[in-house]
């Protein structure tokens, strides 16, 4: 019988701020162990937060494998890594100083605006062992700086944001982005001209990916619940466009560098699409012995469950080219806030932006009425995907630039 135990260990300093001020410094120290018991066929699970008796866990674990709940993949074995990675204000009384630090300059910068929100640094400790030689530990801290930012004189909850996340403290660079936001928020310009315009976004954002995600989840790909279902080894996109399933520390993921089945990669990325190719879905064991995929290791769950198909980071890899480059002496549209749209079944994509700069790949220079912004799948990654910016904006961690071509609206 294999015996496997995870355990993840999570500590946060979070520091709670209202209207420029600090409001509260918040600690978090969870720890979570769980113990699993594969016999071939079947996987018991029991799970324990703190402080644990591990005779009982595996008693319990063993009352769950008679359940006889069905898990015929293999564990992973012969396996040994280690990695530790720092960051910045791990300590709470630096965070809290490096805090006060920023809000007072904020208050004497931008004295029409409030700022709310948290500060975060946090650390996780993972490792999963067994006894069939595999040993993984991984410590990953990183630091976060986020802001809501209200105009006082708007009767709006939120007016526009800042932030970013990475393992330096980047205190100028972040005061320098929220002064640009704030600055550029005053500056009202008028409407511009309905049409076709290169539209930027954070190559992290959500927003105008999120179809990606649906399309290349294993069991909707292999169950042709997906646009992308049946374009194995085709080319469907831009030869610019490379999509990585991604766990590397470099690429802002902080949590460990292996799945919840111990899958590691190389280099801790796995290409689902590479030059525009649909080269693989993404897939935990279960999915892609089932329907004979490759194993990209995105397996998650509940700590104290059956580890199942999870959703994993994914990243657009960097072009060779700035954003400056890629905007190719036009003005940009830069879309911070959007809400309220979606992808149709059939990949159609629609969304009001509540808060848009005009942007000359360096400054955003003022900021437009709302407008709509549209495209679809097949286009915006296709004809009209210019690239990812090989430089961070501003020099801030992770904060690589997404340019496409979209067809822009009044609202």
């Given at each position: 019988?294999?015996?496997?135990?995870?355990?993840v260990h999570y500590i946060e300093n979070?520091?709670?701020?209202?209207?420029?001020?600090?409001?509260?410094?918040?600690?978090?120290?969870?720890?979570?162990?769980?113990?699993?018991?594969?016999?071939?066929?079947?996987?018991?699970?029991?799970?324990?937060?703190?402080?644990?008796?591990?005779?009982?866990?595996?008693?319990?674990?063993?009352?769950?494998?008679?359940?006889?709940?069905?898990?015929?993949?293999?564990?992973?074995?012969?396996?040994?890594?280690?990695?530790?990675?720092?960051?910045?204000?791990?300590?709470?009384?630096?965070?809290?100083?490096?805090?006060?630090?920023?809000?007072?300059?904020?208050?004497?910068?931008?004295?029409?605006?409030?700022?709310?929100?948290?500060?975060?640094?946090?650390?996780?400790?993972?490792?999963?062992?067994?006894?069939?030689?595999?040993?993984?530990?991984?410590?990953?801290?990183?630091?976060?700086?986020?802001?809501?930012?209200?105009?006082?004189?708007?009767s709006n909850i939120i007016d526009a944001?800042?932030?970013?996340?990475?393992?330096?403290?980047?205190?100028?660079?972040?005061?320098?982005?929220?002064?640009?936001?704030?600055?550029?928020?005053?500056?009202?310009?008028?409407?511009?001209?309905?049409?076709?315009?290169?539209?930027?976004?954070?190559?992290?954002?959500?927003?105008?990916?999120?179809?990606?995600?649906?399309?290349?989840?294993?069991?909707?790909?292999?169950?042709?619940?997906?646009?992308?279902?049946?374009?194995?080894d085709m080319k469907v996109f831009s030869?610019?466009?490379?999509?990585?399933?991604?766990?590397?520390?470099?690429?802002?993921?902080?949590?460990?560098?292996?799945?919840?089945?111990?899958?590691?990669?190389?280099?801790?990325?796995?290409?689902?699409?590479?030059?525009?190719?649909?080269?693989?879905?993404?897939?935990?064991?279960?999915?892609?012995?089932?329907?004979?995929?490759?194993?990209?290791?995105?397996?998650?769950?509940?700590?104290?469950?059956?580890?199942?198909?999870?959703?994993?980071?994914?990243?657009?890899?960097?072009?060779?080219?700035?954003?400056?480059?890629?905007?190719?002496?036009?003005?940009?549209?830069?879309?911070?806030?959007?809400?309220?749209?979606?992808?149709?079944?059939?990949?159609?994509?629609?969304?009001?932006?509540?808060?848009?700069?005009?942007?000359?790949?360096?400054?955003?220079?003022?900021?437009?009425?709302?407008?709509?912004?549209?495209?679809?799948?097949?286009?915006?990654?296709?004809?009209?995907?210019?690239?990812?910016?090989?430089?961070?904006?501003?020099?801030?961690?992770?904060?690589?630039?997404?340019?496409?071509?979209?067809?822009?609206?009044?609202?």
């Open positions: 019988m294999t015996e496997e135990k995870l355990v979070a520091v709670k701020i209202v209207q420029t001020r600090v409001s509260s410094l918040r600690k978090k120290d969870v720890l979570r162990t769980s113990v699993r018991l594969y016999d071939g066929k079947s996987m018991g699970v029991a799970g324990s937060l703190g402080e644990c008796d591990e005779t009982e866990l595996n008693a319990r674990a063993k009352r769950s494998l008679e359940l006889g709940i069905p898990y015929p993949s293999e564990a992973t074995k012969d396996l040994e890594r280690e990695e530790y990675v720092q960051s910045d204000l791990q300590n709470s009384a630096e965070l809290l100083e490096a805090t006060e630090e920023i809000l007072e300059r904020l208050r004497t910068d931008q004295p029409e605006f409030s700022f709310s929100h948290i500060f975060r640094s946090s650390k996780t400790e993972s490792q999963l062992r067994n006894n069939l030689g595999l040993n993984l530990k991984s410590s990953r801290e990183s630091v976060s700086l986020s802001l809501v930012i209200k105009d006082k004189k708007s944001m800042t932030g970013y996340e990475g393992r330096k403290f980047q205190k100028k660079r972040f005061i320098e982005l929220t002064n640009m936001i704030c600055e550029a928020y005053k500056n009202q310009l008028d409407g511009i001209e309905e049409g076709e315009y290169p539209v930027v976004f954070m190559s992290d954002d959500i927003t105008y990916y999120k179809k990606l995600y649906e399309s290349l989840n294993g069991m909707l790909f292999a169950t042709g619940g997906s646009l992308l279902s049946g374009k194995t030869e610019k466009l490379n999509l990585l399933q991604t766990r590397n520390v470099m690429d802002g993921f902080n949590e460990p560098f292996f799945d919840s089945e111990g899958t590691v990669n190389d280099a801790d990325r796995f290409a689902l699409i590479e030059n525009g190719v649909v080269k693989s879905p993404y897939t935990d064991k279960k999915t892609s012995s089932t329907f004979g995929l490759p194993l990209t290791g995105s397996a998650g769950g509940e700590f104290d469950g059956l580890p199942e198909l999870g959703t994993p980071m994914l990243k657009f890899s960097e072009s060779e080219e700035t954003v400056k480059q890629l905007l190719r002496g036009q003005k940009g549209i830069f879309v911070l806030i959007a809400s309220g749209g979606d992808f149709t079944q059939d990949g159609h994509f629609a969304t009001p932006a509540q808060l848009a700069f005009l942007f000359d790949g360096e400054r955003f220079i003022g900021r437009l009425p709302e407008i709509s912004i549209s495209s679809h799948l097949y286009e915006m990654f296709g004809k009209d995907f210019r690239g990812v910016s090989m430089d961070d904006f501003l020099g801030l961690e992770n904060a690589k630039l997404t340019v496409m071509n979209m067809k822009v609206e009044k609202l």
